[in-house]
């Protein structure tokens, strides 16, 4: 059983913008979103963290159904201009961090975790996909989307905050037992 106030004493100290602990029966999952990844998405086939890549439907509900619970995350940054996709995409690392911090600290009292994040994968500058494994399994985190899960439906079921204006509002999930 994960002691709660343990790591919730390390997360104040991250710049975190809110935090839940959340079940997993309360994630709400919708095809459609895959069929977004395969029509709009410009990475869709194009890494390990993203369909079809991360396995069918599924797999990918069953793959987060396995754990009975997680922690949802998110960070905020502010741009000059929230359209300037550049500009929004050059924040997200510092969000991947926390991240990888933030499982590295739930993994400290988990027997187990998995993490979704934001976007596809850009650790490598060119990646394997599709001819060989993931080179670095434990850095990759499949974007929310690309399991399925309708992250406002979540985010509204816990007060979590997306804020407007200039500001770009990361999510994350880290799925633990
Ligand atoms: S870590 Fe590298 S190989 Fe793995 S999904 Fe990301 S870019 Fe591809």
């Given amino acids: 059983m994960?002691?709660?106030?343990?790591?919730?004493?390390?997360?104040?100290?991250?710049p975190?913008?809110?935090?839940d602990f959340i079940k997993t029966?309360?994630?709400?999952f919708s095809d459609n979103i895959r069929?977004?990844?395969?029509?709009?998405?410009p990475m869709y086939g194009k890494t390990w963290a993203c369909p079809p890549g991360v396995g069918s439907i599924d797999e990918c509900r069953a793959r987060c159904l396995a754990f009975d619970?997680?922690?949802?995350i998110t960070t905020v940054?502010?741009?000059?201009?929230?359209?300037?996709?550049?500009?929004t995409l050059a924040?997200?690392?510092e969000h991947e961090k926390i991240t990888r911090i933030v499982r590295d600290y739930v993994a400290e009292q988990a027997s187990e975790?998995?993490?979704l994040s934001t976007e596809a994968c850009a650790h490598c500058s060119e990646c394997s996909y599709p001819d060989a494994p993931c080179r670095h399994k434990d850095y990759m985190f499949p974007c929310v989307e690309s399991h399925c899960i309708v992250v406002t439906d979540i985010a509204e079921k816990h007060g979590i905050d997306f804020i407007g204006g200039n500001f770009v509002t990361w999510f994350s999930i880290v799925f633990y037992k």
């Avoid at 975190?16 to 935090?19: A, D, I, N, P, T």
């Avoid at 940054?77 to 500009?87: G, H, L, M, P, Q």
Wanted: hydrophobic share 40%; proline share 0%; charged share 30%.
């Fill in 2 to 14: 994960l002691n709660r106030e343990i790591l919730e004493a390390k997360l104040s100290e991250l």
């Fill in 16 to 19: 975190l913008l809110q935090y």
């Fill in 25 to 28: 029966d309360e994630l709400m």
């Fill in 35 to 41: 069929y977004i990844c395969e029509t709009e998405c």
């Fill in 69 to 72: 619970d997680a922690l949802i």
């Fill in 77 to 87: 940054a502010e741009v000059s201009d929230i359209s300037n996709i550049d500009e």
């Fill in 91 to 93: 924040t997200r690392g």
């Fill in 113 to 115: 975790t998995f993490v």
